[in-house]
């Protein structure tokens, strides 16, 4: 069948020699400038093979020209004459009875122009990247090797076939259609990166993809040319930059060894692997330094923490917060005492017996129906030791074949690395924190000596956060009298130096407590001590602050004396029920010197409870001190069975679960004496009354019943009042309290205190106090708003079984 280039006006200008040739290689079609080019005759080519008319082996031609390609081919003409001719690049029609054909242009070859258009074909067909050309309507026209290779078909399964009729799941190709389109309908490239998972691989593989359009001399649009280059490793590269980049901010949020590990497991889990698990050494837990055994001992390790979307892997058989036994011979014993990372894979005699000899593990594996893992056991180390091991699984499947290789060791063990180095540091913190909590508890009351003036609970709660135990510490003094002290105090900062820092003020206020100095003269000395600590040169935490609250509360007169250095006010909550906040004198802070101290006095009804506690109570939950004031005064006021149970609820109601803060609360419920328990005498400036205190002192004793105290009391009056009015002055009063002690008070208007000397052999005086520390337990002197007392104890009597 002769044909014109007419036939085909997008391939062929007039004259342009070309042959048809069907997909058995039958030429079906000759021109008529074919034959004034070669000689023959239309009715003499069409219908054979049309490597009769080659000179020589073909080799790929035909395969070229199928793809669209150009070859330069050696010919016989008709006269006998070899010469070359240049084929290009076929267009695909369709024949009688839809049977594809190929059109072919012939022409003679114009000096290297034809050997350079077959060197362009032969680039285009062996280039590394993948490269391909559609029609118009996004067909097939052309496919070089690495497409096919990629692919894994044969160019001739897709020459001519719609695209999306080569494709298993068309949703997945919808983007690469629909830039196919745009460049067709446009005119214009397009530059795009895709996305797939290859039919056997773990990993998703990344394509940078150009596409561009076609134009015959004329600019008619023929067709959609790509080239796709596979820019997997560096997608993969860019991807473990990613996890890399959210581990750093991701891993070590906390100063946390458990959540530490968590987030190492999280964060890895699916992209890297199906299944990982953290365990550590008992050591790292507790925060003590770790010490891993003997090589060839088995090690025992506490899982941590662990992740995968299923619960079909072995490792997962270890519950959170056990502590499993690995035999030396297993991946994670050898990652441990090596300090090195440890592939393996099921099939290896090392780990099937690992597996099967554990029950649990084998279970987990049946459950698996026996799947194909791929293990990965890499050491936790941090400033060269080791702290435990994390273990890196992946099932193997049809879909998901490939074992763990050498980029991902590179990753795991960078993971690795950093996580090593936060439960490290969470593991310093721990053993920080836990040695600065014994230092804070240990300076903190254990017990209360006997006193009778109050009912107290208390509660200390060191705070959770990452800024460590603070400074937060309560008291609760016997003092003379009957009376007693109660403190409460926060010293700025936290850590060992606060809890160092706590302890010293607290021996402070202890000390003047036993001097009976008023709270707020006592005050002004704490203040003056911290002002010399924070000027001490051996300092190293830097500036030292604190604040305080000290009251007095004298069971006897029913009256509180309040002084405040900086801290909060305490609340009282009255028998009635009604909650008052106390309106105390805020003082300065201690350690800034300089300003003075007030005192407040108030008046307490028997059964009052009050209040005192550290800023950390009333500012949790994100309130303000006013807000939290006021939810501590409702939490008061609710009903509560005892002290214990009040504690309790006031916790609850103020302070989240983890509080930023630390806490100390005191409740002390006030109690007074009977009057029939306080005797008191006023006296007259006569050394003639000393007989007659004395007489005083021995009717109220047998009244209560204390004959046996008689003796020694008398001799007690006697001294103190002798010297009362030999070198004191008006007032005088004698005052016997009966409580859990026997208490003899002499108070008397001059403000210098007496010492106790010890007397020479021919001194007249100096014997007296002597005697009175002689025959009494304690024995003491307090100053008060004019004048002194001075006061004695002695122990009751046992009473008879």
């Not at 000395?525 to 002002?531: E, I, K, N, Q, S």
Request: glycine letters at 8%.
């Amino acid at each position: 069948m002769a044909i014109s280039p007419r036939d085909d006006e997008r391939t062929a200008t007039p004259g342009t020699p070309l042959a048809v040739v069907d997909e058995r290689g039958i030429v079906t079609g000759w021109s008529e400038a074919a034959r004034r080019l070669t000689g023959y005759t239309a009715e003499e080519v069409t219908g054979r093979p049309a490597t009769v008319l080659a000179a020589g082996d073909t080799g790929d031609a035909w395969r070229t020209l199928r793809s669209g390609g150009t070859a330069v081919v050696a010919v016989r003409h008709r006269d006998g004459q070899h010469g070359e001719v240049v084929l290009r690049g076929c267009f695909m029609r369709r024949g009688p009875e839809e049977r594809p054909e190929f059109v072919i242009t012939i022409a003679e070859p114009d000096g290297r122009s034809g050997r350079d258009e077959a060197l362009g074909a032969l680039a285009f067909q062996q280039a590394s990247m993948s490269m391909s050309v559609f029609d118009t309507e996004q067909r097939y026209l052309r496919m070089n090797d690495t497409a096919c290779r990629v692919m894994g078909i044969h160019e001739d399964e897709f020459l001519g076939r719609f695209y999306l009729d080569t494709v298993e799941h068309a949703d997945h190709s919808r983007g690469f259609l629909r830039h196919l389109r745009q460049v067709a309908e446009t005119g214009q490239p397009v530059h795009y990166e895709s996305y797939t998972r290859a039919p056997s691989g773990f990993r998703e593989h990344a394509w940078n993809t150009e596409m561009w359009p076609l134009r015959d001399s004329s600019g008619h649009l023929l067709g959609v040319a790509l080239a796709a280059f596979d820019s997997s490793e560096q997608h993969w590269a860019r991807q473990r930059l990613a996890i890399l980049n959210e581990a750093a901010a991701g891993i070590g949020t906390k100063l946390d060894v458990i959540r530490t590990a968590r987030e190492l497991a999280e964060l890895v889990v699916p992209r890297l692997a199906d299944f990982v698990s953290v365990d550590l050494l008992d050591s790292v837990l507790q925060g003590e330094e770790p010490a891993v055994g003997p090589v060839g001992a088995d090690v025992e390790l506490r899982r941590v923490a662990h992740h995968s979307p299923s619960a079909g892997t072995p490792e997962a058989a270890v519950d959170l917060g056990s502590a499993d036994v690995y035999p030396p011979f297993s991946p994670p014993a050898r990652a441990l005492a090596t300090g090195r990372t440890v592939l393996s894979r099921t099939g290896e005699r090392d780990l099937d017996t690992w597996l099967t000899r554990h029950g649990a593990r084998s279970a987990k594996l049946r459950e698996a129906h026996d799947a194909d893992l791929s293990l990965m056991a890499v050491p936790l180390r941090a400033r060269g030791t080791t702290l435990g091991v994390t273990v890196f699984v992946r099932q193997l499947t049809p879909q998901h074949p490939d074992p763990f290789d050498d980029a991902d060791v590179s990753l795991a063990e960078e993971l690795a690395s950093r996580a090593a180095v936060c439960v490290d540091n969470a593991r310093r913190y721990t053993r920080e924190r836990t040695t600065a909590l014994a230092l804070q508890r240990s300076l903190l009351p254990q017990s209360v000596a006997g006193q009778a003036a109050v009912e107290f609970a208390s509660r200390y709660l060191p705070a959770l956060s990452q800024a460590g135990v603070g400074g937060d510490w309560f008291d609760v003094i016997p003092l003379s009298g009957t009376r007693v002290a109660l403190v409460v105090g926060d010293v700025v900062g936290h850590g060992i130096h606060a809890s160092v820092t706590m302890g010293r003020l607290r021996t402070a206020v202890w000390t003047l407590a036993d001097v009976d100095l008023p709270p707020d003269e006592l005050l002004t000395h704490v203040d003056d001590l911290v002002g010399h600590l924070s000027t001490d040169q051996s300092t190293e935490a830097g500036e030292i602050g604190a604040t305080c609250l000290y009251a007095v509360y004298d069971p006897v007169s029913r009256r509180c004396t309040v002084a405040s250095a900086g801290h909060p006010p305490p609340v009282v909550l009255y028998p009635d029920g009604i909650v008052h906040v106390v309106e105390v004198a805020a003082g300065p802070v201690l350690g800034v010197g300089g300003l003075p101290f007030e005192a407040t006095e108030l008046e307490l009804p028997e059964g009052s409870v009050l209040a005192l506690y550290t800023n950390g109570l009333v500012e949790a939950r994100d309130l303000d001190v006013d807000q939290g004031t006021a939810a501590l005064c409702g939490a008061l006021a609710a009903p509560a069975a005892n002290l214990e149970d009040a504690c309790d609820t006031v916790l609850k109601a103020l302070l989240p679960d983890r509080p930023a803060d630390d806490v100390a609360l005191l409740l002390a419920r006030t109690r007074t004496l009977d009057a029939g328990q306080v005797a008191v005498w006023d006296l007259p400036v006569d050394p003639a009354v000393v007989a007659t205190a004395r007489q005083y002192v021995t009717e109220r004793l047998t009244h209560w019943g204390l004959d046996d105290l008689s003796f020694a009391t008398e001799l007690v009056v006697s001294e103190l009042v002798t010297n009362a009015i030999r070198y004191g002055g008006a007032p005088i009063q004698l005052r016997l309290i009966r409580d859990r002690t026997l208490i003899c008070e002499v108070s008397d208007g001059s403000s210098t205190a007496p010492h106790m000397r010890r007397a020479r052999v021919y001194d007249e005086g100096g014997r007296g106090l002597l005697l009175v520390a002689q025959v009494t337990d304690r024995w003491g002197t307090r100053a008060g708003v004019t004048g002194k007392t001075i006061w004695a104890e002695q122990a009751l009597p046992t009473p008879d079984l």
